[in-house]
Nanobody, 115 residues
């Protein structure tokens, strides 16, 4: 089992920045990829960014150049630096970990961007 806890969400004005964190505990030695998904009201959950254990990254086209995912394996934490936020970024952001034994999700943190 892997337990994920997100933090860093909140209310920000358009053009502003936020940094999300996700800390993992439990069977952390089994974690491979970690990443962030988001779900806006009335929409399906979508991939935001993914990072492998080795540091390779993948981003949704909508966030490329604005968001940066990073990972500290020593702290078992993944981060999402979000810059130039706009109203379309408003969503609940979920942390994900892919392990040998399955996929685990955090409970989510709400990001609200006011225009």
């Amino acid at each position: 089992q892997v337990h994920l806890v997100e933090s860093g969400g909140g209310l920000v004005q358009a053009g502003g920045s936020l940094r999300l964190s996700c800390s993992a505990s439990g069977s952390i030695f089994r974690i491979n990829d970690m990443g962030w998904y988001r779900q806006a009201p009335g929409k399906e959950r979508e991939l935001v960014a993914l990072i492998t254990r080795g540091g390779s990254t993948n981003y949704a086209d909508s966030v490329k150049g604005r968001f940066t995912i990073s990972r500290d394996n020593a702290k078992n934490t993944v981060y999402l630096q979000m810059n130039s936020l706009n109203a379309e970024d408003t969503a609940v952001y979920y942390c994900l970990s892919n392990t040998i034994g399955g996929q685990y999700w955090g409970k989510g943190t709400l990001v609200t961007v006011s225009s």
